[in-house]
């Protein structure tokens, strides 16, 4: 039988590590990350693949790094003849790449050689995508580089954010694995070169990208706040104190404005002036307070019309 290791973290891994398990194959090891402090309380929590893994009676190895020598000689010596990763967080030395007879695969969350790299979804919703989907490829030693073997495409609706698509293409990514898995093992797979030319980069969200302009279009601004949800969430910046923007619609006015004016209160939305057209404000998080909605929020004498966002 097939030996194989999987590698994964978030809680779009665990489904496919189910999958595995449910249809038979031999899954010598799940190598997640370490348990890490989550919360504002620190408490040390298992990523949701270890909680899977264990719930089906897997053994489980947490690296740190697995460059470290006893690290990657500890996944070496589990011998596998298949490495299958989804979302895993850490990048694979070239000998790990390298052990496994069939190689190591890679469940990655875009249609390759679109949005290579660590935010594929968030950064195909922020860039207003109406189509994304799921890769399955060969791993080599660049980045998301390596050889197609299946695709398989989904539409971005209209209400959809990171979370919502997380789901989504979680349970693509379980039913592709599914499909293509017996040939891979069969040696019977296609496999198809990258087209350079049309590769682009989703690098992992940084601080500033979270930061909103509202210079830019309310349809621009519409998309990054849904594609920062729910995490890492857009913010901005009232009375020298960040405020975080969970939801936004875009919405008209009569009135008009600078950028990040506040044009209008109304029962349950903070309209704002952006570079292009109006946004409704409806979900939001003053600074050392819990999310709460905008018709909450205007509750009290905190904000009126004339102030800026800046």
Do not use: C
């Amino acid at each position: 039988m097939t030996r194989i290791v999987f590698m994964g973290t978030p809680a779009f891994s665990a489904p496919i590590l189910r999958m595995l398990a449910e249809e038979g194959y031999d899954i010598v090891s799940v190598v997640t990350q370490p348990d890490r402090p989550v919360g504002r309380k620190k408490v040390l929590t298992a990523t949701p693949v270890k909680e899977e893994a264990l719930r089906l009676g897997l053994p489980v190895y947490q690296p740190e790094k697995l460059k470290n020598p006893e690290e990657l000689q500890h996944v070496l010596d589990l011998s596998p003849d298949l490495i299958i990763t989804a979302a895993f967080g850490q990048i694979l030395p070239s000998e790990v790449l390298q052990a496994p007879k069939l190689g190591a695969i890679n469940v990655h969350a875009s249609l390759l050689p679109e949005y290579r790299g660590g935010a594929p979804i968030h950064q195909a919703i922020i860039d207003g995508k109406e189509e994304t989907g799921v890769t399955i490829m060969y791993m080599v030693d660049r980045l998301d580089a390596g050889d197609i073997i299946s695709q398989k495409a989904i539409p971005i609706e209209r209400e959809d954010h990171t979370g919502s698509m997380f789901e989504k293409l979680s349970v693509v990514g379980m039913e592709l694995l599914k499909e293509t898995l017996p040939s891979i093992i069969e040696g019977t797979n296609p496999r198809t070169p990258q087209d350079e030319e049309r590769v682009t980069y989703a690098r992992n969200i940084s601080r500033e990208q979270e930061r909103i302009d509202w210079s830019k279009s309310a349809e621009a601004i519409y998309n990054q706040v849904r594609g920062l949800h729910p995490w890492p969430v857009a913010f901005t910046t009232f009375n020298d104190q960040n405020m975080k923007i969970w939801w936004t619609e875009p919405a008209a006015s009569l009135k008009s404005g600078r950028p990040g004016e506040v044009l209008e209160l109304t029962d349950d939305a903070i309209l704002v002036q952006t570079g292009e057209g109006v946004l409704a404000i409806t979900d939001l998080q003053p600074a050392g307070k819990k999310r709460m909605s905008a018709a909450d929020y205007l509750k009290g004498p905190k904000i009126q019309a004339g102030d800026v966002f800046e």
